[in-house]
Nanobody, 130 residues
């Protein structure tokens, strides 16, 4: 595959949970950080959570801290975003991306355009509504 592949989106009630998955293709070698982004209609893209490959350090946007958790399964080349206590304002298309930058790789989440070579997925829709 030529891009990352997100899955797990759907429609949930406020207060519910979803777990998103991101499958990383094999040709993306030794990425330094991987992250989740979201974009809602009429809003700019927002970095949600990023994970450093080397030391496991994480970044979370203030809007999701305490509710979302990023994790990975190295054997399956898969990264997850566990989303709990979902709110209507979490509704967006969620994307995952990798970077190969070596200096401060977690900057992927706040400045993806200056984060080295990046690869993106196609996105998965998350809708939180009654």
């Amino acid at each position: 595959q030529l891009q990352l592949v997100e899955s797990g989106g759907g429609l949930v009630q406020p207060g519910g949970s979803l777990r998103l998955s991101c499958a990383v293709p094999g040709f993306i070698l030794d990425y330094s950080a991987i992250g989740w982004f979201r974009q809602a209609p009429g809003k700019e893209r927002e970095g949600v959570s990023c994970l450093s490959s080397s030391d496991g350090r994480t970044f979370y946007a203030d809007s999701v801290k305490g509710r979302f958790t990023i994790s990975r399964d190295n054997a399956k080349n898969t990264v997850f975003l566990q989303m709990n206590s979902l709110k209507p304002e979490d509704t967006a298309v969620y994307y995952c991306a990798t970077t190969n930058r070596r200096f401060l790789p977690l900057l992927l989440c706040v400045s993806p355009g200056s984060s080295g070579q990046t690869h993106w997925g196609q996105g998965t829709q998350v809708t939180v509504s009654t």
